[in-house]
């Protein structure tokens, strides 16, 4: 399965962004999914091409960090709910911020790959319903059932 308990964490106390990306990033390499270069391609990526999104009418901002297909060992996705925002780069503009809540890790393999995936989870982003649910779960049960419901491909 595309998105593994062994990279979820629920209801976080992250200091900024990077700390978001650190946590998340050292389950991936610990679990073998990326390479120890992994953290640092999503640090140098999320600098020039930022991944925090949120617009007028979506329930809470979320981020989608992810890096080049070199620092990654097998497919898969990532999440973390977070107990506050932390502030995060706007995708497409570096000099704006936004309070992000919600991020999903993506270790993706090809292009085609990661743009379906971003399809399918900006399903689930502007569906406020199961965005509200999202932020207020506890189980991985509960995750797969909501991003199940908004339609993602998680085979």
Not at 83 to 88: E, L
Request: proline share 2%.
């Amino acid at each position: 399965m595309l998105l593994d308990k062994k990279l979820v964490l629920f209801h976080q106390d992250c200091e900024d962004r990077d700390d978001a990306i650190a946590r998340l990033a050292a389950l991936f390499m610990e679990s073998g999914v990326a390479k120890e270069t992994y953290l640092q391609g999503l640090m140098d990526r999320e600098v020039e091409f930022p991944t925090g999104l949120y617009e007028e009418g979506m329930y809470c901002g979320v981020a989608m960090p992810h890096t080049f297909a070199e620092h990654v060992n097998e497919k898969q996705i990532g999440f973390m709910s977070l107990n506050k925002p932390v502030k995060w780069h706007y995708m497409g503009d570096v000099s704006k911020e936004i309070d992000i809540s919600c991020v999903f890790m993506l270790a993706l393999k090809d292009g085609h790959d990661q743009l379906e995936m971003l399809r399918g989870l900006m399903k689930l982003f502007v569906n406020n319903e199961l965005m509200e649910r999202l932020q207020k779960i506890d189980t991985y049960e509960e995750l797969i059932e909501i991003v199940t419901e908004a339609g993602i491909n998680l085979e």
